[in-house]
């Protein structure tokens, strides 16, 4: 894994100014690629690329970046893995393209010096972030890969573009001006994370999963939008009404392609291992893992003491069965919470998915013996693992039926009693049926019953609910979850469900705390289930193959069961949380009481502090579990005073 920087002047620059500038853009990254650093600059033409590099597959000078194609005529600073490029090389090499080394970043540069920069890319497997430089025509390619698993960020300033791998990268560049987008911050308020095409920054996006973004030497811009998750959901959906395969069938079909995605994410020429927390999307990466293995695949997996969080146990009996050498690391509070400062550092737009936290950490523990990691991320959008898509289904049944007004008596019944006294009711229920955090559960399913069907979705995956009450100034941006061409196209509030994760919660919120987290200690994490012939199969996939009697993930947990006996894994979904709510009661409350000063917050002028306060109040008490709202306010200021 790598980090990619960049700038154009349009009307060329004086002497190294360019180079100088992209490299300092460049070292701002120096925790994605520790490994070398290189810059390449054209002074005349303004352009300078930077890179840094996280040496995984062809060790050796010959793949230092930024690169230069065999012609000339193409300079390219990437970051990723593909993992067809043995293919794509013997094509290219059978057109007569010449190699000087065995990089992935090589076949790329000579694939677009052969076939163009768009058929090159919709002909990559992987995931990928280019920037691309064609010194024949002065036009830049900005590229991201499927389902936006690298990040690429880029701005135009006036004759100025400015991109990066993350936002750090641009701050670095003293002609960027920092200017925070009050409609990006409510609907940060909203998510916990800014949608994209938004970042923090006025001027300053996110480029889109799936799309080549062109920048011409006159300023025009041009996007190709080269594969679209709509597109591929409509082709499955359309698929599915002539199913041909048995479940069998399906379920060898899913293996055959798990396990091609799987071996080809393995290639590496410095150690791999694994995470596994002992879920079905980790331990089925896993068991493939070790099917295709000589030897036994290390995997890694944390645990916390405190009740309803742990995991370790189950990881480590699955990991005896499959036979992996596996490590495991109980982390204490105090460890956990030595992260909580630097966060702000790492993700350098507010983010605020809590389980950054552990995520950092079994990353952290994990660079300590292998640099590359096989992850399960991508299992719960595909496959329909996540409580809310059954939840938002039987709820929207329930609410159609439900008078309003009963429907509000009944929230008020289920919040007069405080959480931490429903956690204690539950505890009388047998632990293999008992949910993680039932009491916050109880709360949260409250609010939804003063919500309409067609708004249960948008309230599940929302931390404050009315975020321009918050945001001042602020106007939420119409985004997929207002779209109402999408409700039309997707009638099925499954599919749709699906859908608008694939397109916002996946690439901004998991994807983004993956990359963050385990850039942050050089780890590089690959996701293969995200695989686009995996997605576009599952999109073909008839519900009863998701979800059936009872069971999420269905033909998923299937192809698991052939390597993994089901009594290990019999036991409710539980996240990969950490207690922050007893944390911000605990050791995290004079912490938390600092970034929430209402003077403090007031004199910012970004938030209206009454109803933050309230919540905390509220939080402290007990009577309510307001953590990951606060969460996500509490993130923001921490954002604000670093950045």
């Not at 389902?147 to 400015?162: A, E, H, M, N, R």
């Not at 329930?398 to 929230?411: D, H, M, Q, Y």
């Not at 505890?427 to 293999?432: D, K, N």
């Not at 939420?476 to 919660?505: K, N, S, V």
């Amino acid at each position: 894994m790598c980090g990619l920087a960049g700038l154009w002047r349009r009307g060329g620059t004086a002497g190294d100014e360019a180079a100088d500038l992209a490299g300092r853009m460049g070292d701002a990254l120096a925790l994605r690629g520790p490994d070398d650093r290189g810059v390449w600059s054209d002074p005349a033409a303004g352009i300078a690329l930077a890179h840094r590099r996280l040496s995984i597959v062809d060790l050796s000078p010959l793949g230092h970046q930024p690169m230069v194609s065999s012609c000339g005529r193409w300079v390219i600073a990437f970051n990723g893995e593909i993992y067809n490029f043995s293919e794509l090389r013997a094509e290219l090499e059978q057109a007569g393209r010449s190699f000087r080394g065995q990089s992935d970043t090589e076949v790329i540069v000579e694939g677009c010096a052969l076939w163009g920069v768009a058929e090159t890319v919709r002909r990559l497997w992987g995931m990928f972030a280019i920037a691309l430089w064609d010194r024949k025509e002065r036009r830049l390619h900005l590229v991201r890969d499927r389902l936006g698993i690298k990040p690429l960020y880029w701005g135009v300033f006036g004759d100025l573009v400015l991109f990066g791998s993350e936002l750090k990268a641009l701050a670095a560049h003293p002609g960027w001006e920092r200017r925070i987008d009050r409609d990006a911050l409510a609907a940060y308020l909203r998510f916990a994370y800014v949608p994209a095409p938004r970042s923090i920054w006025r001027d300053v996006f996110k480029l889109e999963p799936g799309t080549i973004l062109t920048i011409g030497a006159d300023g025009g811009r041009n996007t190709d939008i080269y594969w679209s998750a709509a597109d591929v959901a409509r082709a499955g959906i359309g698929a599915r009404t002539d199913w041909p395969l048995s479940d069998t069938e399906a379920t060898d079909r899913l293996e055959d392609l798990l396990g091609d995605a799987v071996n080809r994410h393995m290639v590496s020429d410095v150690p791999l291992g694994a995470f596994l927390s002992g879920g079905i999307d980790s331990s089925t990466v896993v068991a493939l893992m070790q099917k295709h293995s000589r030897r036994p695949v290390r995997t890694f997996s944390i645990g916390f003491n405190e009740a309803g969080y742990d995991e370790a146990a189950h990881a480590a009996a699955i990991a005896r069965h499959i036979g992996t050498d596996h490590t495991e690391l109980y982390v204490e509070p105090a460890h956990a919470l030595e992260i909580v400062p630097r966060l702000a550092e790492w993700y350098d737009e507010p983010f605020a998915d809590s389980s950054q936290i552990p995520t950092f950490l079994v990353s952290e523990m994990t660079r300590a013996k292998v640099t590359v990691a096989l992850s399960g991320d991508g299992g719960d959008e595909l496959f329909a693992g996540y409580n809310r898509y059954r939840l938002a289904r039987s709820l929207g049944r329930v609410l159609s039926a439900l008078p309003a007004p009963l429907g509000r008596v009944a929230a008020g019944g289920l919040t007069a009693m405080p959480v931490a006294a429903w956690d204690r009711l539950f505890g009388l229920v047998p632990g293999r049926l008992r949910p993680p955090q039932p009491g916050d559960k109880v709360h949260k399913l409250a609010g939804l019953l003063t919500e309409t069907p067609d708004t249960v979705y948008r309230r599940l995956v929302s931390q404050w609910n009315e975020p321009e009450k918050l945001a001042i100034g602020g106007t939420e941006p119409i985004g997929p979850l207002t779209d109402p061409g999408l409700r039309r196209d997707f009638p099925d509030p499954l599919d749709r469900m699906q859908l608008l994760d694939t397109l916002t919660y996946l690439p901004d919120d998991i994807l983004t705390k993956v990359d963050r987290a385990s850039m942050a200690v050089s780890l590089e994490a690959r996701v293969p289930l995200l695989d686009h012939r995996v997605v576009a199969f599952a999109w073909s996939l008839p519900h009863r193959m998701k979800m059936r009697d009872g069971e999420s993930k269905w033909l998923l947990r299937r192809v698991l069961y052939r390597h993994v006996p089901k009594s290990l894994l019999d036991r409710p979904k539980m996240g990969f949380g950490i207690p922050i709510g007893s944390w911000l009661r605990g050791p995290l409350r004079d912490w938390a009481e600092d970034l929430l000063d209402e003077t403090a917050m007031r004199a910012d002028g970004l938030l209206d502090p009454a109803p933050i306060r309230a919540r905390w109040a509220e939080h402290l008490s007990g009577r309510r579990n307001w953590q990951y709202p606060l969460w996500t306010v509490l993130m923001l200021q921490a954002w604000r005073r670093r950045w």
